[in-house]
């Protein structure tokens, strides 16, 4: 039984993960701690209270922003109270006694459509999260793409357009920028949309209605998204592309201009290579199983 923790800008879920299920679960606020050790004893308390009643875990996965597998470290994540870099790996095992591993938020959402979703049996895959901003993690021959750093794989940060929109990197024109839900706002305004819309259902209920904008916005978000994830393919030669996120969730006005979009960006060589397909894991537990994947690796 693997404890698994996601860490998020306001709230943190903690989840007891045994066959692939999520078993408990609990969670708490991100905020409102004096500093980090008070946010660890916080998460240690809530651990122990949910372990009492279902049996102690072996290992702890913890997934977050700005995470560094290598070092175990959140490092100054800009969506987080702290400003500082925090070793929450080593801070979680002294406290519950097992070993932990930190990961990157979307390494541990590949790891977990590996192990537990529409990655099973999938030696060479991509994991894409599209949501505020744009995640990925790599999967090739069987393993994990951290990079001599720790933090490779950052497709959301590769240049689409060169010195196109500003990115929260502090770069213009970042994919991120494009196919993320402020992309995806910005674009719908560019293309005459009227009034703004306050996210991306609601962009693409105007899509379904005929809202012309609208629909505009979607036809170059599957254009932009499809160039992106084709130049992904060159790099690393995934078998399987999966989707992940509230952008992903609005089925085929997103999935089938994006098929067709994709395969006709791909090189040749890929041509019927390369399947693209959406998440299977609940959206409820995918955090928590992505991040106990990571604590089978500890």
Known sequence: MILGIDIGGTTSKLGLVQGGKVIARARISTTGHADDHAFADALAREAELLTTDNGRPTAVGIGAPNANQLTGIIEMAPNLPWKHDVPLARMMSDRLGVPAVLGNDANAAALGEWRYGAGQGIDDLLVVTLGTGVGSGFIVNGRLVLGSAGNAGELGHMILIPGGRDCTCGRKGCLEAYVSIRGMK??????????????????????????????????????????????????????????????????????????????????????????????????DDAALLGAAALGTLG
């Open 186 to 283: 910005a674009t719908y305004m560019e293309a005459g949309g009227a009034g703004g819309a306050e996210d991306v259902k609601a962009i693409a209920d105007r899509a379904n209605a005929g809202d012309a904008a609208a629909k505009e916005c979607f036809t170059r978000t599957t254009d932009w998204l499809a160039i992106g994830l084709a130049n992904a393919v060159c790099a690393t030669g995934p078998r399987r592309i999966v989707l992940f996120g509230g952008i992903a969730r609005n089925g085929e006005l997103l999935m089938a201009p994006l098929r067709d979009r994709f395969h006709s960006a791909l090189l040749n060589i890929y041509q019927g290579r390369v399947d693209l397909t959406v998440s299977a894991l609940p959206d």
